[in-house]
């Protein structure tokens, strides 16, 4: 499986790209798969529904399938957090994993960047950032796309991956 991410601060416009990036790419007949990183708590399941029932009794694992999806849901207890190469080593193959978030990783990354947002660019520090989409001009080394532009950093994504 090719291997690309998105990367950048918080309200950088991250989410917005992978979504454009996903139904662009697989308008192409890719198949694309996503893995998110949260720095919170989250849950997708909800108190009283069987599956919660079932994890907070004790379950390691809760697999809930239905017709249209499957979900599995893995507590990490007092476990630590696994790397990301072990998640992607559960999904099933496809062409392509975007990846959101995992900005220390060592995998090829494009950044988003708004400038409202005040925080610093990443990629002057970061060899792995391939590239930039920002809705502002910027002085780089490296390519710099409009951070609307999905059609163009899709076709970027692609070549870098050799898809």
Not at 30 to 52: C, E, L, R, W, Y
Request: proline share 6%; aromatic share 4%; no cysteine.
């Amino acid at each position: 499986m090719k291997l690309y991410g998105v990367t950048g601060w918080k309200n950088a416009g991250k989410t917005g790209l992978m979504e454009r990036l996903v139904a662009d790419i697989t308008a192409r007949g890719f198949t694309v798969s996503t893995v998110k990183h949260a720095h919170h708590s989250f849950d997708v399941d909800h108190p009283g529904k069987d599956s919660h029932r079932h994890r907070t009794a004790g379950a390691t694992e809760v697999l809930l399938a239905s017709k249209s999806r499957i979900a599995l849901m893995h507590e990490l207890r007092d476990a630590a957090e696994p790397p990301l190469k072990t998640l992607l080593a559960r999904l099933s193959p496809v062409d392509l994993v975007l990846v959101e978030g995992y900005k220390r990783d060592a995998h090829p990354k494009i950044e988003a960047y708004r400038a409202v947002t005040g925080n610093p660019l990443i990629a002057p520090g970061d060899p792995t950032i391939r590239a930039v989409a920002s809705d502002t001009p910027l002085e780089l080394d490296r390519p710099l796309f409009d951070l609307d532009d999905t059609t163009a950093i899709a076709d970027f994504i692609l070549a870098e991956v050799g898809l």
